[in-house]
């Protein structure tokens, strides 16, 4: 977390990020979202403050969302948008759940690329 810098010409949040395949890295911006449902910020705020362990190991790569740490992340978050639906969710989750009109037409991660997701490369 240490290599995050904040880019206060474009306003967001710059890290670099090794590519498996070269030997180059590329710079990640991470902007504020359209909406409170897809923030980077707001996710990492709240991952920060809610969840209650150790978020840094210096032995190790640290993922910014363990649990989205595999092969098919997509998969994982389209499982949480329909467990939070209202109208067909979990019922585990009904005191959490959000209503179709609050949520974008048809929400799913589809369109979301892996490497976002698993926002692995800290160091």
């Not at 904040?6 to 590329?26: A, E, I, N």
Request: proline share 4%; glycine share 8%; hydrophobic share 35%.
């Amino acid at each position: 977390m240490e290599d995050m810098k904040w880019d206060s010409f474009f306003r967001q949040v710059f890290l670099d990020v090794h590519q498996s395949k070269t030997s180059k890295t590329k710079q990640a911006g991470f902007g504020a979202g359209a909406n409170r449902h897809i923030d980077w910020f707001l996710a990492f705020g709240d991952q920060l403050t809610l969840v209650r362990r150790n978020f840094y190991n210096p032995e190790s790569t640290t993922w910014l969302f363990p649990n989205l740490k595999g092969n098919e992340p997509r998969k994982t978050l389209n499982a949480y948008i329909s467990a939070l639906k209202a109208t067909g969710g979990a019922k585990k989750y009904e005191a959490w759940s959000i209503s179709e009109a609050n949520l974008p037409r048809d929400a799913t991660a589809g369109g979301a690329r892996p490497g976002s997701l698993s926002a692995h490369g800290f160091r």
